[in-house]
């Protein structure tokens, strides 16, 4: 296993990834119809992983199997995008590995390459319990602050 810096020749393999993981995770949590239009707007993602990768502020570190070329998980960390000055100022905006490696350790190797045990914020899908569990194994809480949106409603987690 290899966790690197994503490039933007990896924007294809994220996308299918990012695809994939969704399903994997949130299967049960929202509409089959969420899956299917992320599906059908591919190219789009696709493109716009790879202009993340060339000039966001988001920093993607992606985690790679044996097998050059495919990805296992990603997690992307940057500036906090919500407007609120008692959050700290990072935010980790994903995190996400294959189903077939759960429990392996690997979210965790990703989380700490992409924050460390830095003071962070996150969003986690309402329902989300082996998210929310791992999350809280961290040191990440619950701040009260919830927001609704076509995926569902999703929980404020914070560590100071």
């Known amino acids: 296993m290899l966790i690197r810096a994503a490039v933007p020749d990896d924007a294809e393999a994220l996308t299918d990834l990012h695809l994939d993981v969704w ?16 599906r059908a707007q591919r190219r789009t993602r696709i493109e716009r992983w790879r202009t993340n990768i060339e000039t966001g502020p988001i920093s993607n570190t992606v985690l790679e199997a044996d097998q050059p070329g495919r990805l296992i998980g990603f997690a992307s960390a940057g ?15 994903a995190l996400y590995v294959r189903a077939e490696t759960y429990g392996a350790g690997l979210g965790y190797a990703l989380l700490e390459a992409a924050i460390g045990r830095a003071a962070a914020y996150l969003w986690v899908l309402d329902g989300n319990e082996r998210a929310t569990a791992f999350y809280a194994r ?18 404020r987690m914070v560590r100071t």
């Open 23 to 38: 399903e994997e995770a949130y299967a049960g949590l929202m509409p089959d119809r969420i899956f299917v239009e992320r």
């Open 79 to 93: 500036p906090a995008r919500d407007d609120d000055s008692e959050l700290p100022p990072l935010e980790l905006s």
């Open 138 to 155: 961290q040191g990440f809480r619950f701040d009260g602050h919830t927001k609704t949106d076509p995926v569902g409603t999703e929980r």
